[in-house]
T-cell receptor, first 112, second 115 residues
Framework: RKEVEQDPGPFNVPEGATVAFNCTYSNSASQSFFWYRQDCRKEPKLLMS???SGNEDGRFTAQLNRASQYISLLIRDSKLSDSATYLCVVGGLYSSASKIIFGSGTRLSIRP | EPEVTQTPSHQVTQMGQEVILRCVPI?????FYWYRQILGQKVEFLVS????????KSEIFDDQFSVERPDGSNFTLKIRSTKLEDSAMYFCASDPRGQGTGELFFGEGSRLTVL
């Protein structure tokens, strides 16, 4: 089983739609969880951290389900500028505290 | 806003040559990382570095690779005897808090092309 697994997409949705991405991770000892965004041929950039209680940042909502080892990202009222690849990131294992692992990414394309 | 800077932005080299990729992390950050991304593939962890030594490394990071922080600011990745499959984008990242928090600040990357 892959350490971090994501649906590769692509997701192709109209502007204004709500879209959700999922991610699963294999190691139950993982401590920290994030969503990053990567534009084509650019570096990854932190979008948001994911907390156990769930957290929201504007149109973006992230959820963590430790029991199912599952992370989600919801984007509401999607904009053209949201088109990118969204990377699920897991880190902070006790035995490998600085080994931060990226998922393969889910590609999102927003159409006008 | 402070940023991670990487040089060169693009390097073309012949198979078998040595390459050094350079990074200047954000100055008060504690952990430093190298990742690579082969075109169209995932961002792969290579190595993390803390307190002037390797903290973690992946199975990709074999004897062909080495990292150094020679002068307290630069953080370098050396690839000895490059192979065709080393062609990739290499990203340097730094973490302000360390201990695998995952809040990484990435440089714009160095694209390595091995011919």
């Amino acid at each position: 089983r892959k350490e971090v697994e994501q649906d590769p997409g692509p997701f192709n949705v109209p502007e204004g739609a709500t879209v959700a991405f999922n991610c699963t991770y294999s190691n139950s000892a993982s401590q920290s969880f994030f969503w990053y965004r990567q534009d084509c041929r650019k570096e990854p950039k932190l979008l948001m951290s994911v907390y156990s209680s769930g957290n929201e940042d504007g149109r973006f909502t992230a959820q963590l389900n430790r029991a199912s080892q599952y992370i989600s990202l919801l984007i509401r009222d999607s904009k053209l500028s949201d088109s990118a690849t969204y990377l699920c990131v897991v880190g902070g294992l006790y035995s490998s505290a600085s080994k931060i692992i990226f998922g393969s990414g889910t590609r999102l394309s927003i159409r006008p | 806003e402070p940023e991670v800077t990487q040089t060169p932005s693009h390097q073309v080299t012949q198979m078998g040559q040595e390459v050094i990729l350079r990074c200047v992390p954000i100055s008060n950050h504690l952990y430093f990382y190298w990742y690579r991304q082969i075109l169209g593939q995932k961002v792969e962890f290579l190595v993390s570095f803390y307190n002037n030594e390797i903290s973690e490394k992946s199975e990709i990071f074999d004897d062909q690779f080495s990292v150094e922080r020679p002068d307290g600011s630069n953080f370098t990745l050396k690839i000895r005897s490059t192979k065709l499959e080393d062609s990739a984008m290499y990203f340097c990242a730094s973490d302000p808090r360390g201990q695998g928090t995952g809040e990484l600040f990435f440089g714009e990357g160095s694209r390595l092309t091995v011919l």
